[in-house]
């Protein structure tokens, strides 16, 4: 069903709905017009199979880059199980689960986004737009983001140093003993 027609049942849904309803008690006044209008646009949702919700998932492993699928480690999280952490040197995959209201996957179009720029994660989406791979750059924080136009799921991520990679030893001027 298109959008055009989600939206005209589901007006004509929510004002039979509404209409059954017991009235006499209440006077008739614009709040009845505003739950009209919030019931017919859950309906029109409910009736173009739009995700109810998007749930964000982070990778249960981080891989060093370029060399994926190099050494792998334990995805560093909050206590939440988002919020990620890792080093300039990794990259770590989000998966996006579109779900309806009662848990069932949809199909749906994705987009994926940071809000740095560039300047701190590198975002390459999959080809069928379900995960998205970030890649660390620089060391910051930027905040990814997933949405399908009308609903949004986003997270944090947060770059660190990696470890030492070299030590260079630069000797100092040459001069006399006391």
Known sequence: MDAGDARLEGLRLAVELHA???????PFHLSF??????TAGEFARW???RPHH?????????????????PATRTKTGDDGMSVTMSD?????????????KGFATSDTLTWSS???????MVTPAADGLSCLFAAVAPGSATISVTDGTLSASDL??????????LVITPGAVTDQP
Do not use: M
């Open 115 to 121: 809000d740095d720029g560039g300047a701190v994660l």
């Open 33 to 38: 017009h505003a739950e009209v209008i919030g």
């Open 20 to 26: 059954a309803q017991d009235r006499h008690s209440v």
């Open 54 to 70: 998007l749930r964000l998932i982070p990778a249960p492993y981080t891989f060093a880059q370029p060399a994926f699928p190099g």
């Open 157 to 166: 991520v947060t770059v660190t140093p990696g470890g030492v990679a070299s």
């Open 47 to 49: 009736l173009e199979g």
């Open 89 to 101: 040197t990794q990259e770590v995959t989000y998966a996006c689960e579109p779900e309806d209201s």
